[in-house]
């Protein structure tokens, strides 16, 4: 099920705001090639997408929507990225599909300045830039497809932590790499509402497992063993959560740190049914691939050009319009918990 329309109660009045790892692509698409067009012509369906890196569940799951979304209106879908989310490793792919003709590009991005030159150069060549869930510079991109307000992931994932640890105590944050574009902002955020609304909450460290599972797991054991009093941890990412998760979960903290953030419901499974985590929250990944597609179809075929108040068709999901900045926004985040979370499958 899709539910980029559902509101969650504590966030109702908040705006709204990891694919097989393979060598080089995966060409899922309804026929042709990346080179059946060249850049800049409306007919050229041909979409690449590059998430920050492969074998990512989150943007496996993105790239389903993706391809589905490309499917239904008759284009090629492709996929290509690095194994690893550095900063610059996106470069030669942009530059690799900027090379084939690709009508349009959809990134999210590992660094917001790193691609600017590549993702410019893909432009100047006719190639649309669709950025999603990681936005680079507004003025590297037509057009950003934000999963939700920076403000209400922050808000979310800060109102779950201090309901579960009681509003008071030391928590930590495990987040991606130190470059990410989103989890910088959300961070940034989290501290402001920290600061503001739970002052007896403490935040002692920031730490960065680099979207790896073993960097995750490590991190969050050093985490425990350098702060013994803390009682939370903020994880605003699928790979970072769910490492954390299997840390605790055979650990002695179990039932006594907290542990929340952005995961995915398949991978948060069994830590919510068996008590390590109680709830966590996302957007539907699925449904942001999904739209994400549909936002290059309509600016390779002129429907739309990125600029404010242009509205298009996305499928199922209905109408969107184009907001400042050449942002369209997806919808609130969705807290997931015992109650419902085998409501769903990704």
């Known amino acids: 099920m899709t539910f980029a329309r559902k509101r969650v109660a504590a966030i109702a009045a908040v705006a709204v705001t990891a694919a097989l790892t393979l060598a080089g692509c995966a060409d899922t698409g309804s026929g042709g090639s990346p080179t059946d067009g060249a850049g800049g012509d409306s007919e050229n369906l041909s979409i690449t997408f590059l998430p920050k890196n492969l074998g990512n569940p989150y943007f496996d799951t993105s790239s389903k929507g993706g391809t589905a979304a490309v499917e239904e209106f008759g284009g090629t879908f492709n996929e290509v990225g690095p194994a690893e989310a550095t900063p610059d490793a996106q470069v030669s792919y942009i530059n690799t599909a900027t090379q084939q003709g690709v009508g349009a590009l959809v990134v999210s991005a590992n660094d917001p300045n790193a691609i600017c030159d590549a993702l410019n150069e893909a432009r100047d060549a006719g190639v649309k830039v669709v950025t999603f869930d990681s936005d680079t510079n507004p003025d590297c991109r037509d057009l950003f497809i934000n999963q939700a307000t920076a403000e209400g992931i922050a808000k979310i994932q800060v109102d779950l932590i201090a309901e579960q640890i009681g509003d008071e105590g030391e928590i930590a944050i495990l987040s991606a790499s130190a470059n990410a574009t989103n989890q910088n902002a959300w961070i940034e955020d989290m501290k402001q509402l920290l600061a503001d609304e739970h002052p007896n909450i403490t935040l002692v460290e920031v730490v ?99 600029a404010e108040g242009d509205t298009f068709e996305a499928g199922k999901l209905g109408s969107y319009e184009v907001g400042p900045d050449a942002t369209v926004l997806l919808g609130d985040p969705y807290v997931f918990d015992a109650d419902n979370i085998g409501d769903f499958d990704f």
């Open 208 to 306: 960065y497992g680099d979207d790896d599972d073993q960097t995750s797991f490590d991190k969050t054991a050093a985490l425990l063993q350098s702060h013994p009093n803390l009682k939370g941890i903020i994880s605003p990412t699928t790979v970072g959560i769910a490492a954390a998760a299997r840390y605790l979960s055979t650990s002695d903290f179990k039932g006594k740190v907290a542990l929340t953030g952005l995961g995915t419901p398949n991978q948060m499974r069994e830590y919510v049914e068996d008590g390590t985590v109680t709830a966590f929250a996302l957007w539907n990944p699925e449904d942001l691939g999904y739209l994400a597609a549909w936002a290059a179809k309509a600016l390779i075929t002129g429907e739309i050009t990125g």
